[in-house]
């Protein structure tokens, strides 16, 4: 495993999707609410965080390569928290487009004594026009123009950013230039991810779009990946099984990748952690049971820490 830190030091990542806040607002219960059956929240503190598929490039970045937002924040007060996180990081702001008029989203969670008790969201999900779109393929071509690209990741969270056009037109542009690409689908756009390199959903997602049951053993994962590979004509379909570990296929090739016991503190972030490794596994073509085997265990390490964290290149090769 120490040689995955050398072999992903000089990749470069393209992050295509929605960029967010995870806003925690902590502090601690006492008492019970007298105007309704609701705790009490002594505040502490308050945190910002980068979310989304800005939470993907900090884990890209932790890995030891060089991520590449391409997405939308507002011209709001979170807008400039988010540009603000991304220098904190070193974290390159070359393709993050201010749109005006459009909230950057925002997700605040209220926590005591590591319990997440309430989520608020601060959202529009409505796709972005035609005008943005421009703006966005413009800087795509840019990006790949300029940088020495090896991989890109859709990151698709269904708040507008990736339209058919940008998913579509950024997919042939990938193609165009031998640049593999990953995808972690969102349901608005499932089917529009055609011949991608990597598609991983997850199995809530998958018995969501494929007309028969889908159980979790190999002959009944086989038969949905061959559904979505006839649908999307893609060349690896990863399904991530929750506690259950990831299924992985590749042509004849099919495996199941349990999950190691743990003791579970807060799911959140297991997602982007398993596609940020396995855009990596891909862009230095790792074999497919490796890319399933270090991606199973970025989610369940992430799934050990409490908020959304990234994965480190320390936290895989431990």
């Not at 209220?110 to 999900?125: G, P, W």
């Not at 598609?199 to 007309?211: A, S, T």
């Not at 399933?292 to 820490?305: F, L, Y």
Request: net charge positive; hydrophobic share 45%.
């Amino acid at each position: 495993m120490e040689k995955l830190s050398a072999l992903f030091r000089n990749k470069k990542v393209l992050i295509v999707g929605d960029v967010m806040i995870d806003r925690y607002l902590m502090g601690e219960v006492n008492r019970m609410s007298p105007e309704a059956p609701v705790p009490v929240v002594d505040f502490r503190a308050e945190d910002n965080r980068l979310g989304g598929a800005a939470n993907v490039a900090l884990n890209i970045a932790a890995l030891g390569a060089t991520p590449v937002l391409l997405s939308i924040v507002g011209a709001d007060e979170e807008g400039k928290i988010c540009k603000q996180l991304l220098k904190k990081h070193r974290l390159t702001k070359k393709g993050i487009l201010t749109i005006k008029k459009r909230p950057t989203t925002l997700k605040t969670r209220v926590m005591a004594t590591n319990q997440h008790l309430l989520r608020i969201d601060r959202e529009t999900k409505k796709a972005i026009n035609k005008s943005v779109e421009v703006l966005i393929l413009r800087k795509a071509q840019k990006i790949v123009a300029e940088e020495k690209i090896s991989v890109v990741l859709f990151q698709d969270y269904n708040k507008g950013v990736l339209t058919k056009k940008v998913i579509r037109t950024i997919s042939k542009l990938a193609r165009k230039n031998n640049i593999p690409t990953v995808v972690d689908p969102k349901f608005d756009h499932f089917f529009d991810y055609k011949k991608v390199t990597l598609f991983k959903p997850n199995l809530k997602e998958v018995r969501q779009v494929v007309p028969f049951p889908v159980l979790i053993n190999i002959k009944s994962l086989t038969a949905a990946a061959n559904f979505l590979e006839k649908k999307l004509n893609h060349s690896i379909t990863m399904i991530t099984l929750s506690e259950h570990g990831i299924f992985i296929k590749k042509d004849n090739l099919t495996k199941i990748i349990p999950t190691a016991p743990r003791t579970i503190a807060d799911v959140c972030g297991a997602g982007d952690a398993v596609i940020s490794v396995a855009a990596l596994g891909v862009a230095v073509d790792l074999p497919i049971s490796l890319i399933a085997e270090i991606s199973n265990d970025a989610g369940g390490k992430v799934c050990e820490k409490v908020g959304v964290v990234p994965i480190s290149i320390q936290d895989l090769v431990s």
